[in-house]
């Protein structure tokens, strides 16, 4: 376990093993970025012939080790280039590089800038993620997570900062487990388990006297069917492992709106009786990311105790081919009533979600988001460091004002009235859950989510690009699951509660 202390003191006299300096890039040369001004000084003039002569730039994601024989109190000095700029994306990325730079140190100090709220935080949260690793189901690992973190700041005094360095802490806890539902293997989180994995985790917030609590529903198969969720049940039909429902309330007295959260929770994708082709099907471990972000944000809402009501659906099954299996030509019973024709069993987030949506409108809350890996094409549209928004105009523009504050890559996309009309084609259903016209499909299957929100206010939320990394890792984001969207939808509720 590492410890996190924010410090006000100065950054040549902290004694630890490693000490974290940003650098700027610039077109005079590097320059020491805000934060790491006393390690210049107590260098002395030596110190920029010494950046020149190690080539250091400044360029983003750039590191460089010095030893520093006593020139300042910690033994190692660790230069991370944050690129042009000092804003929180830049510091955020930086701190997570510093993070893997630094394997084995036992204390580190981190003295980037961070003379606002906004930068403890990006500092705090760069470094805790950019330092994750998974390391559950490996016999060793052959690095250790520091001891004690020491955030530097001349701030640190200032209670907003105080708070900005606590909240953030709550924020990579929520987003790094996140990454650990989405890593761990899926035959070990199937929906029974991964359902009992979301109670354990809601049962563990909010203690402590006058703290309110998250209560925690889950309906098994059975109640699923006494609720009608042909959805759910259709899409776990080809599995052993039965599906759930999972939803959460968090209620504080002094909530001032009430925001619904849905969140897909396909524990595998094997694309059932449409099934995927074997190269990358086991990466689709990673489609519940969705609901593991909703769980998560909704449990840091809490942990924070923000002044909003919070109601999260997130739909649980394993999408398997057996004799059981949901068939293209079926036709489903969603909760509520509707019926959808399915042409394709690789749909079938689509289809989890429509009962989990019906159920959110009956919450009565004033918005709602969800979140899900839905749609390849979303991938193909915009890469897989940003998400796709769809929905009421409003409160996407909502969504993508939180996203920029928590530091997110989150685009808008459009929801035409030609996607609508394809999504109510069937012949024989009230609805088609595909059409086999690729053009739009990742507007067609949010055109398809809007038929299951009674007009209420809502955005979608496809994160089937960012939520999962294959490359090598940058920034604060490492290999596999990132926890995307967590941070974004924290601060859209805290947005709801000051609006
Ligand atoms: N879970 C996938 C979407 C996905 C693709 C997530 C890539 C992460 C990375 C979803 O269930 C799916 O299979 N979608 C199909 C929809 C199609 C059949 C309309 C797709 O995108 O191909
Ligand atoms: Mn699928
Ligand atoms: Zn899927």
């Not at 630890?16 to 970025?33: S, T």
């Amino acid at each position: 376990m590492t410890t996190y202390q924010l410090r006000a003191t100065n950054p040549a006299k902290t004694r630890v093993d490693a000490l974290v300096v940003g650098v700027v890039k610039h077109e005079d040369g590097p320059r020491v970025a805000a934060g790491g001004e006393a390690v210049e000084k107590a260098w002395g003039r030596k110190f920029r012939p010494l950046l020149a002569s190690l080539g250091v730039t400044g360029k983003a994601g750039e590191v460089h080790k010095i030893p520093t024989n006593g020139t300042i109190s910690s033994s190692l000095l660790v230069l991370v280039g944050l690129g042009e700029d000092t804003d929180q994306v830049a510091v955020r990325r930086g701190a997570g590089v510093a993070a893997r730079s630094v394997p084995n140190a036992a204390s580190v100090a981190l003295a980037l800038p961070a003379e606002s709220p906004e930068l403890v935080r990006a500092v705090t949260e760069g470094f805790r993620l950019g330092g994750y690793t998974f390391t559950t189901y490996k016999q060793s690992s052959d690095s250790s997570a520091p001891g004690t973190v020491t955030v530097l700041s001349d701030a640190a005094r200032k209670s907003e900062v105080s708070d900005a360095f606590e909240a953030a802490q709550v924020l990579a806890d929520a987003v790094a487990t996140t990454r650990d539902w989405v890593n761990t293997p899926p035959g070990d989180l199937r929906p029974p388990a991964f359902a009992e994995a979301v109670e354990e985790a809601a049962h563990a917030v909010g203690k402590g006297r006058g703290r309110t609590k998250v209560k925690v529903t889950v309906h098994d198969e059975k109640s699923l069917a006494e609720l009608g969720c042909g959805g759910i049940l259709g899409v776990g039909a080809g599995s052993d492992a039965p599906p759930r429902l999972v939803e959460l309330s968090y209620a504080p007295k002094n909530a001032e709106a009430h925001l619904a959260l849905v969140g897909k929770g396909v524990t595998f994708d094997s694309g059932g009786l449409s099934i995927k082709p074997a190269q990358g099907m086991h990466d689709m471990k990673s489609d519940m990311a969705g609901a593991a972000a909703v769980v998560q944000a909704t449990l840091a809402i809490a942990a924070l105790q923000l002044p909003v009501q919070v109601s999260t659906f997130v739909p649980m099954a394993e999408n398997m081919v057996s004799g059981s299996a949901t068939r293209p030509g079926d036709v489903l019973r969603m909760y509520g009533g509707k019926t959808v024709e399915v042409l394709n069993t690789d749909a079938e987030g689509r289809l989890i979600l429509a009962d989990a949506l019906v159920r959110a409108t009956e919450a009565k809350p004033d918005v709602i988001l969800d979140v899900a890996t839905l749609t390849g094409h979303m991938v193909l549209a915009l890469g897989d460091r940003v998400g796709g928004v769809m929905g009421a105009d409003d409160v996407v523009a909502g969504v993508l004002a939180a996203a920029e504050v928590a530091g997110e890559s989150h685009w808008a996309m459009p929801l035409p009235e030609s996607m609508t009309e394809r999504v109510r084609a069937s012949k024989i259903a009230d609805l088609l859950q595909h059409d086999w016209n690729r053009m739009g499909g990742g507007l067609y299957a949010g055109a398809f989510l809007q038929e299951f929100t009674e007009g209420m206010p809502w955005a979608h939320l496809d994160i089937a690009g960012p939520s999962f990394h294959s490359g090598s890792p940058y920034g604060h984001v490492t290999v596999g699951g990132t926890g995307f969207a967590v941070t974004t939808v924290v601060e859209y509720a805290r947005s709801l509660a000051s609006a």
